[in-house]
């Protein structure tokens, strides 16, 4: 397998710091994006700068000039981005009526405005050498919106629609964009989850108002119990880099407690785009 020049982004922890050691494991060049490596995550950036292979770099992904520079200063150094891997997200929860305007916005512009910043500025890098990978992090709540996840369950519909559309629009030019849909697992995220900012509306809801504590606790017990490992996800975004173009599935879910229920729903859907493709004289783009 060809070493690849690979950007991964929100790799200060979980699912980006594993999947930003494997790449650079298989010898492939890393370059990690975090904010703030100077300050809170200046532990983080410099463990991973001894890493062989990886490079990190200082992003803010809410801030268009941060994400260009990044883009220019990788292409300066190696010529391409062969691979785009959008990890880094942002998780609302709660009472969906106690997210205010600017939460949403926030939300969105983690979740759905940056992965798409990035995606437009290294796809011009991608269709110049005819090949290109892309992988959108999202989640099992990408296909379902569960109660209290509603705002986050937004972004990642949103993210899922960019990613679907843009699937087949660019895999005739020989690049690939996949989806990993990942469940629920013990990772940093968990611990830095953010709640609507209006809580006067809580005690409109009564009872319903501690649900979310229910749920959080239910998900305790069931890491307990399945004992959910956050490597799967990198291992995942690992095959996905080594399958050959064109191979690629459009979605892959890594969850071991619910994602049969997932796959089920990604496979009914499937069926049903396939005919209204086909009913739209697009069946070239299922090939």
Do not use: C
């Not at 519909?157 to 469940?183: C, K, N, T």
């Amino acid at each position: 397998m060809s070493k690849k020049i690979v950007l991964i982004t929100g790799t200060n922890s979980g699912f980006g710091w594993l999947t930003a050691n494997s790449a650079a494991g298989l010898g492939h060049k890393v370059y990690a994006a975090m904010r703030d490596i100077n300050g809170k995550n200046a532990d983080k950036a410099a463990a991973l700068s001894l890493v062989e292979n990886i490079t990190v770099l200082d992003v803010s992904l809410t801030d268009e000039a941060s994400v260009k520079n990044a883009i220019d200063t990788i292409i300066a150094k190696e010529g391409a981005i062969d691979v785009l891997v959008n990890n880094a997200g942002l998780t609302l929860f709660g009472v969906a009526e106690s997210g205010t305007t600017a939460d949403l916005q926030r939300t969105f512009d983690v979740n759905v405005i940056a992965p798409w910043m990035l995606m437009k500025l290294v796809l011009p890098f991608m269709r110049k050498k005819s090949e290109g990978l892309i992988i959108n992090v999202t989640s099992g709540y990408g296909r379902f919106s569960a109660p209290f996840f509603a705002m986050y369950s937004a972004s990642k519909f949103a993210l899922e629609g960019l990613s679907e559309g843009l699937h087949y629009e660019v895999r005739p030019l020989g690049i690939d964009v996949a989806l990993i849909q990942p469940g629920g697992f013990p990772t940093e995220m968990a611990q830095k989850i953010q709640t609507g900012s209006d809580a006067s509306v809580f005690d409109e809801y009564g009872v319903l108002a501690k649900f979310p504590e229910k749920m959080f606790s239910a998900m305790g017990q069931m890491f307990e119990t399945i004992k959910p490992n956050p490597q799967e996800v990198a291992d995942a975004v690992i095959k996905l880099i080594e399958l050959p173009q064109g191979a690629r599935p459009l979605r892959t879910v890594v969850d071991p407690a619910l994602g049969e229920i997932t796959k089920g729903a990604n496979d009914a859907v499937q069926l049903a785009y396939d005919q209204i493709l086909k009913a739209y004289g697009l069946e070239e783009l299922l090939k």
